[in-house]
């Protein structure tokens, strides 16, 4: 099923093109989940910022740091960060690994890369607060969701706490079918799929706090109502990326090896541009 008249962001032009309509999942992305002031930032057309980084410092940090502790207890994101950047020499852990007991901070901001700074800088803070003999040599969070075209960029920056706020249960399962109970209401059938995005937004911050990092980046795709494949996490078994070449996967993300699934995915391309940084 493609879905007409989706709207877009408003005041931003797109080149007519077959995918055009896909492409639009990514504007409501920025438009419905509050990214517009990374826009702001590049001073670039919503369509031309698939992937990119920003440095608040001017400088490119972390350059011989070895410790990564990850704002995370998620072991599926651990798994992530660590095969991306390992093979720079990193060591990646969950900053439980210092401090087993560190809340999660309230996600407050609007957008990705705001929560993905919170989460940063409350690890950063709790690190500091400690006074442990022994410390990571930086810090990273990240903030992660998707976005469905067709159900106005829903379910965005709540992506993880989207059945929660339903009153439909927590985890990944009960937001998946969350999901597939909205887009049924829409009108999708077995075999549909509409357009989507994912985005990933980084921070990385050293425990003085004087240099950081952010980057964020997005992958295009599509979502059905069927879930397929056991690998992965999170709404991966619903969601087609688009591959290299612009045409969509026949198989999910929870179906393709972790190879291909970080060559495509928002996290993947994200820990990249930060890789680039680290290895300069």
Not at 121 to 133: K, P, S
Not at 217 to 233: K, Y
Request: with cysteine.
């Amino acid at each position: 099923m493609e879905t007409p008249g989706w709207p877009m962001a408003q005041g931003v032009g797109f080149r007519p093109s077959a995918t055009k309509m896909r492409r639009s999942a990514t504007a409501l992305l920025y438009q419905r989940s509050g990214v517009r002031g990374v826009i702001a930032i590049w001073g670039e057309p919503v369509i031309s910022c698939r992937t990119n980084s920003y440095n608040r410092t001017g400088a490119l940090p972390f350059r011989s740091m070895k410790t990564l502790a990850v704002a995370t207890g998620n072991k599926h994101k651990l798994q992530e960060f660590s095969e991306i950047l390992a093979p720079l020499g990193w060591r990646v852990a969950s900053i439980r690994d210092w401090l087993p007991s560190v809340p999660e901070p309230e996600e407050t901001e609007p957008d990705f890369v705001g929560n993905a700074a919170l989460k940063c800088r409350f690890a950063v803070a709790a690190l500091r607060a400690a006074n442990l003999a022994s410390l990571p040599d930086a810090v990273a969070a990240d903030d992660s969701g998707l976005a469905v075209n067709i159900l106005d960029g829903a379910p965005g920056v709540y992506s993880a706490r989207f059945a929660e706020m339903a009153g439909a249960g927590t985890g990944d399962a009960a937001n998946r079918s969350e999901l597939v109970r909205r887009l049924g209401h829409v009108g999708m059938k077995p075999g549909d799929t509409t357009a989507a995005a994912f985005a990933c937004a980084i921070h990385f911050q050293d425990l003085s706090g004087a240099d950081h990092h952010s980057a964020l980046a997005f992958c295009e795709g599509r979502v059905g109502i069927e879930e397929r494949g056991a690998g992965g996490f999170g709404y991966d078994s619903l969601f087609f990326p688009v591959l290299q070449d612009e045409s969509v996967s026949d198989r999910t993300f929870a179906e393709l090896p972790s190879e291909a699934k970080h060559a495509l995915s928002h996290r993947g391309k994200a820990l990249r541009i930060l890789a680039a940084e680290l290895s300069a």
